[in-house]
């Protein structure tokens, strides 16, 4: 995977941020199949503010590995508020960690419907506790769907994180 300069740029800024202020962050990845954490492991010093990552792919990872309910993913599906919100906050527990990311969507190019179109991605940030959830509907093939959640993601931490 090459990585754009602006998540580059992101994650490295990131990554300052996280080690000024003694945080650590994981990921929960569905869509991006692990383009976050492969984003913060670009840059030298991750291992400071990063020990573990998940890319749950299947409702099954989901489950097992986050803690989603069978009932959420039954009820709203993978692509959904609900499960994000579920995804960061059981990622956050299982990695223990300060911070922790989410993302579901539907990248294509075939698997949307009216309700939820390709392009369509959903994202949770838990930051101590505290979980914002974020729906974005991104233009363009997979590769660009998935970069763009990848920025939208790192963006979105920072600005968490510097409130």
């Known amino acids: 995977m090459e990585l754009n300069q602006e998540i580059k740029t992101l994650a490295a800024q990131l990554g300052a941020i996280?080690?000024?202020?003694?945080?650590?962050i994981t990921t929960a990845e569905s869509c991006t199949g692990?383009?976050?954490?492969?984003?913060?492991?670009?840059?030298p010093g991750s291992s400071n503010y990063l020990d573990r990552c998940f890319v749950t792919y299947s409702n099954d990872a989901k489950r097992d590995?986050?803690?989603?309910?069978?009932?959420?993913l039954n009820s709203?599906?993978?692509v959904s508020e609900q499960t994000v919100l579920e995804m960061a906050t059981g990622a956050a527990r299982a990695a223990n960690a300060d911070?922790?990311?989410?993302?579901s969507g539907i990248a294509g190019p075939g698997?949307?419907?009216d309700d939820?179109?390709?392009?369509?991605?959903?994202?949770?940030?838990?930051?101590?506790?505290?979980?914002?959830?974020?729906?974005?509907?991104?233009?363009?093939?997979?590769?660009?769907?998935?970069t763009q959640a990848i920025a939208f993601a790192l963006k979105n931490i920072v600005s968490r994180i510097q409130g």
Do not use: C, H, M
Request: aromatic fraction near 10%; hydrophobic fraction near 35%.
């Open 18 to 24: 996280l080690t000024d202020k003694r945080l650590t």
């Open 34 to 43: 692990g383009g976050i954490s492969y984003a913060l492991t670009d840059t």
């Open 65 to 72: 590995l986050l803690g989603v309910n069978t009932q959420t």
């Open 76 to 78: 709203y599906g993978a």
């Open 99 to 103: 911070i922790a990311v989410s993302v």
């Open 111 to 113: 698997g949307g419907s």
């Open 116 to 146: 939820k179109p390709v392009g369509l991605v959903w994202f949770a940030i838990n930051v101590q506790g505290d979980v914002t959830s974020y729906e974005q509907v991104f233009t363009g093939d997979r590769s660009y769907v998935r």
